[in-house]
């Protein structure tokens, strides 16, 4: 019974959206008329065994109500002239454009500012293993050095060898690539980042980094400064100053924090620094022969500063009313 009724179903179907609105009536009394096929398998329903008798009495009334409703819409497509189909007074639909999100703006800007300086753009993994993301920067298991980068661990599987992680910051990507490529090195390295923090105004467990790392012979602090210098300029305005602050990271020696003149203010904007001999080592890159730098930068803190956004939960909110001023 039930393959009868599924029968009837695919063949009516077709037919009815085979059909011209002139056949509707006698499609009617053939498909739902007293004497219909349908008619009588459902009047046979109640002679079915108890078990079966709810299922098919179910299918057997969808398909009778929506032959009802099909029949109905081919009928009353008749029933209009042609021409009132279309009212040229009702107002078009308004197209919504889509836009791109304010950190994929400011990537995109940064992206463009140091391809013009013949950086190449590089990526990496989210999930990252402790080596790349800690051991070959140079922070090993137990240095208090890793308190600065909170957390998110993954569950091992059964006998791995490896712990994995969500990256904490972009700069594995320098091991990777160093490991990849021979000097000279002009990358930046763009992406997801993760942080085990407490979410506020000012952090945020997912946010963005863009790491950059130029590896050649004979390259200085000086190099580096003309590089963040131009960067600044090109982002945040020709008159935007910036200077370089003694800091501390594992993986670079000096380090330095770089701060730029904002609005009256010197703003924290990113790390940087000369990479460390044994990071060019675990990268493969002979330290005698070759230097460079890197820096990591914060692109919901640049792009916060840019378009005076007061709250980094915003970019990730989903809020069209937001994501519609940009
Ligand atoms: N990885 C560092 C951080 O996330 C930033 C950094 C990158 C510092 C490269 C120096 C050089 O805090």
């Known amino acids: 019974m039930e393959d009868k009724l599924k029968q009837l179903w695919l063949t009516a179907q077709a037919e009815i959206a085979a059909a011209s609105p002139a056949d509707g009536e006698t499609l009617r009394t053939k498909y739902l008329g007293r004497k219909s096929e349908l008619n009588q398998l459902l009047g046979d329903i109640p002679k079915l065994p108890s078990a079966e008798r709810a299922a098919v009495g179910e299918l ?29 007074t009702i107002p078009g639909l308004t197209q919504r454009l889509g836009r791109l999100h304010p950190l994929t703006q400011t990537t995109d800007q940064l992206i463009e500012l140091f391809q013009g300086l013949g950086f190449s753009v590089a990526e990496g993994p989210e999930v990252e293993t402790e080596d790349y993301n800690f051991n070959l920067l140079n922070i090993p298991a137990n240095h208090p050095a890793r308190d600065a980068w909170d957390t998110f661990w993954i569950k091992p599987d059964k006998g791995a060898k490896e712990r994995a992680l969500l990256r904490t910051h972009t700069s594995p990507v320098q091991i990777r690539y160093m490991q990849d490529h021979r000097p000279p090195i002009r990358i930046i390295a763009p992406g997801r980042t993760f942080r085990y923090e407490a979410e506020n105004a000012t952090h945020s467990a997912v946010f963005y980094q863009l790491e950059g790392l ?17 960067m600044v300029k090109g982002l945040l305005g020709e008159g935007v100053k910036s200077r370089l602050r003694p800091s501390f990271f594992p993986f670079t020696e000096p380090s330095f924090e770089v701060d730029v003149w904002f609005k009256g203010h010197w703003l924290e904007l990113m790390g940087c620094g000369m990479v460390h001999p044994t990071v060019l080592a675990n990268g493969g890159i002979d330290a005698n022969e070759f230097s460079g730098f890197a820096f990591g930068l914060g692109l919901d803190r640049i792009a916060m500063l840019k378009y005076g956004i007061d709250d980094i939960r915003l970019f990730l909110s989903g809020k069209l009313d937001f994501l519609e001023e940009f």
């Open 60 to 88: 057997g009334n969808h398909i009778k109500a929506e032959l009802t409703r099909r029949l109905e819409e081919l009928v009353s497509r008749q029933a209009k002239p042609a021409d009132d189909l279309f009212d040229p």
């Open 214 to 230: 130029l590896i050649d012979r004979g390259i200085t602090v000086a190099h580096l400064k003309a590089v963040i210098d131009l």
